[in-house]
């Protein structure tokens, strides 16, 4: 079973960036699409960004042009690279899989802040 250790939030400014890592124990990432979510106190978790097994991405509206998702395959680590923050970017960020999804797996997230 991979686990996935989210890491890389904290507090920042609005306009500021920041890089969210996404850690896996094992060699997944050729075998699996990976997505980041958020979930917003409060509100339901929703999808940010996706990257499929041949490294093609896919970012949702309301952050294209400021989030971007990325890979590192030797290392097992994916990314989310976060410019532009505004405060509505406040939210647990959650790593995953197309199994961890499947099977309702959820890591503990990390938290981003962002202050006006």
């Known amino acids: 079973q991979v686990q996935l250790v989210e890491s890389g939030g904290g507090l920042v400014q609005a306009g500021g960036s920041l890089r969210l890592s996404c850690a896996a124990s094992?060699?997944?990432?050729?075998?699996?699409?990976m997505y980041w979510y958020r979930q917003a106190p409060g509100k339901q978790r929703e999808l940010v960004a996706a990257?499929?097994?041949?490294?093609?991405?896919n970012i949702v509206d309301s952050v294209k042009g400021r989030f971007t998702i990325s890979r590192d395959i030797t290392k097992n680590t994916m990314y989310l690279q976060m410019n532009s923050l505004k405060p509505e970017d406040t939210a647990v960020y959650y790593c995953?899989?197309?199994?961890?999804?499947?099977?309702?797996?959820w890591g503990q997230g990390t938290r981003v802040t962002v202050s006006s």
């Open positions: 995953n899989s197309d199994s961890g999804l499947l099977r309702g797996y």
């Open positions: 990257i499929t097994r041949g490294g093609n991405s």
């Open positions: 094992g060699n997944i990432f050729s075998f699996t699409a």
